[in-house]
Nanobody
């Protein structure tokens, strides 16, 4: 069982930045592909970004490409989501997810473990 705890959410103005963190409770963190998803009120949970366990290859949703970056620090069992040039439409609860040995897919069903989420609100 892997526990994921997100942090770093908050209220920010349009154009601002936030960095989300997700700490994982596993000794084999480097074996997990990590993803970030988000869910806005009344909408389905959607893929944001992923970083693979092997080689750290990254993948982004078109809506955040060029504004968000994802990185991982295996020594700290932590994955980060740096969000720049935030827009009101980025407002959502952001979830961290883990997929053992996965390819970094956008599919929610591929991820075995999920965090509780952290709220990001971007004011206009």
């Amino acid at each position: 069982q892997v526990q994921l705890v997100e942090s770093g959410g908050g209220l920010v103005q349009t154009g601002g930045s936030l960095r989300l963190s997700c700490a994982a409770s596993t000794l084999t963190f480097s074996s997990y592909t990590m993803g970030w998803f988000r869910q806005a009120p009344g909408k389905e949970r959607e893929f944001v970004a992923s970083v693979t366990w092997r080689g750290g290859n990254t993948h982004f949703a078109d809506s955040v490409k060029g504004r968000f970056t994802i990185s991982r620090e295996n020594a700290k069992n932590t994955v980060y989501l740096q969000m720049n040039r935030l827009k009101p439409e980025d407002t959502a609860v952001y979830y961290c997810a883990a997929d053992l040995g996965g390819p970094g897919t956008e599919a929610k069903t591929s991820y075995e473990y999920w965090g509780q989420g952290t709220q990001v609100t971007v004011s206009s």
